[in-house]
């Protein structure tokens, strides 16, 4: 039996100043699927994250935007996890990628937080045997400068080549619930395009 995906959560910083950065893709990303299935986030205190309840192919599924600031969001994810006594491998979570261009958007089962401090947290506390949505942002060519480049506003290019991804990626999640990770992996790695919805 297949662990369905009932939690997306993306990865980001609350703050308003924090919206258009690289490092706040993984927002981007469930903002997205809120939007196209008419979702809307509201704060839930007990999560410390804002969460969004939308249905998708007769599954219910809940958006989570932690604002526990990035460094800190396993807190948030093990904590809906816990409540709605869901397993790691119910999870999918959304980040920024410096390791892919962004004109690359990956699925990946498992591993390590390849440096990414919200990666980092999760794994602490819900170990590893998640879902990831590795989202490309680039890299900025010098390991000393990843934070400063994660944290500017994005680039007019760049963010326009994240937004094709993220829209091509939520077009597979319809996928990824129904069938399963290599299917979703396959369409999602080749650029085929599924309308599923």
């Not at 993984?26 to 410390?48: L, M, S, T």
């Not at 990035?70 to 979570?93: F, R, T």
């Not at 990626?169 to 319809?174: D, G, H």
Request: glycine fraction near 8%.
């Amino acid at each position: 039996m297949k662990n369905t995906i009932l939690v997306i959560a993306g990865l980001g910083n609350p703050e308003e100043c924090h919206r258009q950065t690289l490092h706040n893709s993984g927002f981007w990303f469930v903002d997205e699927i809120a939007q196209q299935y008419e979702g809307i986030f509201k704060y839930e205190k007990r999560f410390n994250a804002d969460v969004c309840k939308i249905n998708i192919s007769n599954y219910e599924l809940r958006l989570v935007k932690p604002q526990t600031y990035m460094n800190a969001s396993g807190y948030s994810v093990q904590s809906i996890l816990n409540y709605y006594k869901l397993s790691p491998e119910q999870l999918l979570v959304a980040h920024d990628e410096i390791d892919l261009s962004p004109d690359k958007i990956r699925f990946k089962i498992g591993g390590g937080d390849g440096g990414h401090n919200g990666l980092r947290d999760i794994i602490k506390l819900c170990g590893p045997d998640f879902i990831r949505l590795r989202i490309g942002v680039g890299h900025p060519g010098n390991k000393d400068e990843v934070t400063k480049y994660v944290l500017r506003k994005a680039p007019s290019d760049i963010k326009t080549e994240i937004r094709k991804n993220i829209d091509r990626a939520v077009s597979i999640i319809p996928v990824l619930i129904d069938k399963d990770l290599s299917y979703a992996m396959k369409a999602l790695h080749t650029g085929e395009i599924i309308n599923n919805k």
